[in-house]
């Protein structure tokens, strides 16, 4: 059973930044792509970024673009989410997922979520 364990959430101003980490118990995590969502209250999970297995390639949700950045330690099992210039509208628990096929088809695992809270 592969697990992920998120870190990093907090509270934060408005144009402040969080760093979010995903530990992830799989020896072959380089062969993931690697994903975080989030989900507001009363609104339904979505999509904020991915990371390819093997070329690293990103992709990012609209809405994150140019502020939020994913990248990957293979040699840590380790995913990250640098959140530049948080928004209100950024408040959410951010969840880190795995999947072991390639970016737009269904994730496997899931973590427990992390809890961002970005005050104005």
């Known amino acids: 059973q592969v697990q992920l364990v998120e870190s990093g959430g907090g509270l934060v101003q408005a144009g402040g930044s969080l760093r979010l980490s995903c530990a992830v118990s799989?020896?072959?995590?380089?062969?993931?792509?690697m994903g975080w969502f989030r989900q507001a209250p009363g609104k339904e999970r979505e999509f904020v970024a991915a990371?390819?297995?093997?070329?690293?390639?990103?992709y990012y949700a609209d809405s994150v673009k140019g502020r939020f950045t994913i990248s990957r330690d293979n040699a840590k099992n380790t995913v990250y989410l640098q959140m530049n210039s948080l928004k209100p509208e950024d408040t959410a628990v951010y969840y880190c997922?795995?999947?072991?096929?390639?970016?737009?088809?269904?994730?496997?695992?899931w973590g427990q979520g992390t809890q961002v809270t970005v005050a104005s």
């Open positions: 990371i390819s297995r093997f070329r690293s390639n990103r």
């Open positions: 799989e020896r072959t995590f380089s062969s993931y792509t």
């Open positions: 997922a795995a999947n072991s096929g390639v970016h737009g088809t269904p994730y496997d695992y």
